[in-house]
């Protein structure tokens, strides 16, 4: 049985967040439903919902964070995929228990009031993966 039980959110780092949003709503009517600025990672989000799940558009608030890093590596585009899961620090556990290399050890506060945990690209097929729990 899987423990993710949906597609929380894909998130794509972007450079001009206006833009971005303006992009989503012009072309697909898409709405925000919630914006934050995350000052530990140094990112700004918008969230436009999209059924039960959200698009989650990234832009880097300073020079050295990790989307800024992304943004000057690889360009615009696909940053990470946030499963949605009942239990974060037991899905974390799991992944660990596999031996699998993960970036958060621990769970912690993501947006929103989520709780969240990475988990390395380089064990999971080139994708960063976010666990979240709401
Ligand atoms: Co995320």
Do not use: N, W
């Not at 439903?33 to 880097?60: C, F, M, N």
């Amino acid at each position: 049985m899987t423990v993710l039980t949906e597609i929380d959110h894909v998130a794509i780092a972007v450079h001009d967040l206006e833009a971005a949003i303006a992009y989503y709503h012009d072309t697909f009517g898409c709405e925000v439903a919630h914006r934050e600025i995350v000052e530990r990672e140094g990112v700004e989000e918008a969230l436009l919902k999209v059924a039960d799940s959200y698009i989650q558009l990234l832009t880097p608030t300073r020079d050295d964070s990790p989307v800024a890093k992304a943004l000057a590596t690889r360009g615009e585009g696909l940053h990470h995929i946030g499963y949605r899961v009942g239990d974060c620090a037991a899905a974390l556990a799991r992944v660990k228990a596999e031996g699998h290399h993960v970036i958060d050890e621990e769970p912690r506060p993501g947006s929103r009031g989520t709780t969240v945990a990475f988990l390395h690209p380089k064990a999971a097929f080139g994708t960063l993966i976010e666990l979240v729990q709401e």
